[in-house]
T-cell receptor, first 109, second 114 residues
Framework: DAKTTQPTSMDCAEGRAANLPCNHSTISGNEYVYWYRQIHSQGPQYIIHGLKNNETNEMASLIITEDRKSSTLILPHATLRDTAVYYCIVLYNFNKFYFGSGTKLNVKP | DSGVTQTPKHLITATGQRVTLRCSPRSGDLSVYWYQQSLDQGLQFLIQYYNGEERAKGNILERFSAQQFPDLHSELNLSSLELGDSALYFC?????????????FGEGSRLTVL
């Protein structure tokens, strides 16, 4: 199973872009990369997912390297409400979404 | 509002007791997932059901069991409770996460074992 590695925490100034990295060097060819976030103790919220190509939606952009061994989630204009734990997940077998420790993003005014 | 309903929101009980947590998935979602989140920990996948059948099993203790009923709601039963079982228990539902990538999470049930 592909595992992910994320920094424990990151800071970002309000209004600036937040770039959250994720390493998934053992990812296999048909495994998707998913990003979720959890604000305080609420239920996690889906952000975006991708396989090979870069993806963008109203919340964020996902950049996946050509070798697919790493990816970056980009929040283009971070706000205080984006302070959360961000989880990078590689889907493993029959929909088992394994959430790691994630990155605690602190958006500061 | 994700459309996933979990009850109860809070539950306080004693060691050795048994509790049942309930989850109603979003309308139309056939898959239900259960996760455990202990204090300041990540989410631990427990189990998944699809249309009444167990689909995948994670780190679920033998003291825990779950089922999904014909109306698609699910229950997580926790027995012989220990202090370490105190946690947030989340339920999530989905149509097809492989294609949509999206799990919809409830607000969680906070269990405190004293």
């Amino acid at each position: 199973d592909a595992k992910t590695t994320q920094p424990t925490s990151m800071d970002c100034a309000e209004g600036r872009a937040a770039n959250l990295p994720c390493n998934h060097s053992t990812i296999s060819g048909n495994e998707y990369v998913y990003w979720y976030r959890q604000i305080h103790s609420q239920g996690p919220q889906y952000i975006i997912h991708g396989l090979k190509n870069n993806e963008t939606n109203e919340m964020a952009s996902l950049i996946i390297t050509e070798d697919r061994k790493s990816s970056t989630l980009i929040l283009p204009h971070a706000t205080l409400r984006d302070t959360a734990v961000y989880y990078c997940i590689v889907l493993y077998n029959f929909n088992k979404f394994y959430f790691g420790s994630g990155t605690k993003l602190n958006v500061k005014p | 509002d994700s459309g996933v309903t979990q009850t109860p929101k809070h539950l306080i009980t004693a060691t050795g007791q048994r509790v049942t947590l309930r989850c109603s998935p979003r309308s139309g979602d056939l898959s239900v997932y259960w996760y455990q989140q202990s204090l300041d920990q990540g989410l631990q996948f427990l189990i998944q059901y699809y249309n009444g059948e167990e689909r995948a099993k994670g780190n679920i203790l033998e003291r825990f069991s779950a089922q999904q009923f014909p109306d698609l709601h699910s229950e997580l039963n926790l027995s012989s409770l220990e202090l370490g079982d105190s946690a947030l228990y989340f339920c999530a539902s989905s149509v097809d996460p492989v294609s949509t990538g999206e799990l919809f999470f409830g607000e969680g049930s906070r269990l405190t074992v004293l």
